[in-house]
Every structure is written in C-alpha cells, then in structure tokens.
C-alpha cells in the first residue's frame, strides 16, 4: 500500500439523470485534477426524486449509471465507487440499493447491496420508508484488497449506524472504508459527524463519506458534509453544505502508528 490522495465528493443530485450525471462527471473531473487516485460518489448519485419515478425509469438509471461509473474510471484512469443507485430485481416491483467499485480498467471489483433500509419517522415530519420500493440486500460487503490503495470496504449511508457490519469489515483487514451518503438534514446535524468518527476509531480504519447535500426534490433535504476521517477519529476534509470535493492523503504509516498505538483490535473478547 502506497500514500495516495483520496476524494468524497459531495452533491445535490435531483429527480434528472441526464443534469445528475453531467454534475458527477464535473467534479470527479475536479477532484482528479487535485490529484485523487480514489473517489467515492455519494448514495442516489444519478437519481433522487419521487419513488414511483425512481421505479418507472428504473432500467434506465441502472444502465446508464454502471456504463458511467466504468467510462469514468477509464477515462480518468482512477477506482471509482459508484455510491449507490437502483437495480430493479426481477417480478419483485423492487430495486436493489447498489454500490459498485470499479478500476481504471473499467472492471468491477465489489458489488454490494445495502443490506440495512431506512425506514424512520423523523421528528421532523418527514417519513421515510425505504423498504417500500427497495429490497434487502442478502450478504453483507467484502474487502477488495488493493496493493497500492489498501483493503477497500463498502457500505452505505444508513448501515454507519449497524457497528458489526464494519467489524465485519475489519475482521476482513479493512484499511479503507466507504460510507456514502444522503443523511437528512435533521438527523445529519447530531449524529453524521459521530457516526464516521466512531466508525474510524473503533476499527482503526480509513473513512471515506461521500454525501448529498441541499434540497434534493419536494421537502428532502440532506445534511451534506462530505469527509475524509483518519483511524484515529481526526476529520482530514470536510466539503461543507455545497456541492464540492473533500480530499485528503490516504497513509499507510498513519494507519500502522495508530494501530501500534491503539490495538484495540487485537485485543477483542467476542
């Protein structure tokens, strides 16, 4: 594993996969210009709007945002994660909550369905029913190991808040894990910022959280705040409330001195 630069990018993707994608390609295209070597899309990135619209141009979103993440890894010759988008399951009505990871070959390396839905009554009127048009993943993440860019884990948005699922990970060896996002606005200013942090310290790991950011469509709203986080809890990047790119150095040195200085992971009971 080498040191290399890392991005989260953060947007306000709304209910056009066209406008979505053109905005992705912009700042994957600034984030690489700063020099990233890996980047992390947040979840929803090519499509956020009313469920049945989600549902109606399901095949569509799915073609075209795979084809785009693998173009833009080739194109930028860097290992993209694309966030998340939906993949219609078959006979079911339902998609499938998907993140892949690609390589600057345009091949994919992990697939994974969030397994966790985000079914919640906010206190802020909004409901959220997720399972409603989304269906469970069966298998929790793997780890693609990387020589040059480290054990690379993936997650999304709601699983931060499900610790055994990154334990799972770091049972694994993760060095770096993915978290992207579309935290609401309410939840977002109590509990994101804790949530990476601890999901950092206590699995002496990399965090890397894309997020969605501003008014979406209709009364959703995301908290934004897109970061980088080091093993030891440190906040490396923050992309703020706007669209824009967190960036940060990825360390394989930071992550042996932590875990040298911290071994809480070889020190486990159960």
Known sequence: ???????????????????????????????VRQ???????PENFSFM???????????????????????????FQITILGGSFPVPVPDT?????TSILVDPNGQELIRY????????????????????????????PSIYPS????????SICYDVRFPELYRHLADKGCDVVFIPAAFTAFTGKDHWQVLLQARAIENTCYVIAPAQTGTNYARRQTHGH??????????????????????????????????????SLQHRVF
């Open 226 to 263: 897109a970061m980088i986080i080091d093993p030891w809890g440190t906040i490396l990047a923050d992309a703020g409330e706007k669209p824009g790119v967190a960036i940060a150095e990825i360390k394989p040195t930071r992550l042996e001195q932590v875990r040298r200085q911290m071994p």
């Open 35 to 41: 020099g990233a070597e890996l980047v992390g899309l």
């Open 113 to 140: 369905q969030k397994v966790h839905l985000f079914d919640v009554n906010v206190p802020d009127g909004n409901t959220y029913q997720e399972s409603s048009t989304v269906m469970a993943g069966k298998e929790l």
């Open 147 to 154: 020589s040059d860019l480290g054990n690379i884990g993936v």
């Open 1 to 31: 594993m080498k040191s290399y630069l890392a991005a989260a990018i953060q947007m306000t993707s709304v209910p056009n996969l066209e406008k979505n994608l053109a905005q992705a390609e912009e700042l994957i295209d600034l984030a």
């Open 93 to 97: 009505g339902k998609v499938y909550n």
């Open 49 to 75: 709007g009313d469920e049945k619209e989600k549902l109606a141009q399901g095949d569509v979103i799915a073609q075209k945002s795979e084809q785009f993440i693998k173009i833009m890894a080739q194109r």
